[in-house]
C-alpha cells in the first residue's frame, strides 16, 4: 500500500519532470504467463528487461505497464494449440545512471541447490554463444 506522501511525492516529481522535460532512462523487468493449451504441466514465465526511457520512476514504471499489456498475445501455434501471453505485471525497475563500457544493468543472485549443475548449464551455454554468435579471431 501507498502511502499519502508517496503519491503526493510521485506526482510532484512527475509534475516537476515534466515541467523541466528531463528525462531518465529506467530498466524494467516485465514477466509473462505463457500458457499453451496442450500442456497440463509446470507454467511458463517469460522475464524480459526492457529500457524505458521516462520522466520519473512512477512514469516509467506506468509506461512499463503499458508495454506489457500491449504486448500481451493469444494465437495458434504449428502445433495447433492455443498459446496465451499473459502480462503479469512489471517485477523491477531500476534507474540507469550512466552509459558506459562495461556498466551493470541488471543483477539477480540465482540460488540453486545443485551448483555443479548450474555452473555448468552457464558454460555450456557460454561455448554455444560462442560458436554460434561471436567471431573469435
Not at 516529481?13 to 499453451?36: D, E, G
Not at 506489457?68 to 523491477?92: L, Y
Amino acid at each position: 500500500h501507498y502511502s499519502l506522501f508517496t503519491i503526493h511525492y510521485s506526482l510532484f516529481t512527475i509534475h516537476y519532470s515534466l515541467f523541466t522535460n528531463i528525462s531518465m532512462w529506467y530498466i524494467a523487468k516485465l514477466v509473462f504467463n505463457i500458457n499453451i493449451s496442450s500442456r497440463n504441466d509446470a507454467d511458463q514465465f517469460d522475464e524480459q528487461l526492457k529500457l524505458i526511457e521516462a520522466v520519473s520512476p512512477a512514469d516509467a514504471f506506468f509506461r512499463a505497464r503499458t508495454i506489457g499489456k500491449r504486448e500481451e498475445d493469444e494465437f495458434v501455434n504449428s502445433n495447433n494449440d492455443t498459446v496465451i501471453w499473459k502480462f503479469i505485471d512489471v517485477a523491477d525497475l531500476k534507474p540507469l545512471s550512466e552509459f558506459s563500457h562495461g556498466t551493470s544493468v541488471y543483477s539477480f543472485t540465482h540460488v540453486d541447490e545443485d551448483a555443479d549443475d548450474y555452473i555448468n548449464f552457464v558454460q555450456r551455454k557460454a561455448m554455444y554463444l560462442q560458436s554460434r554468435d561471436i567471431a573469435f579471431a
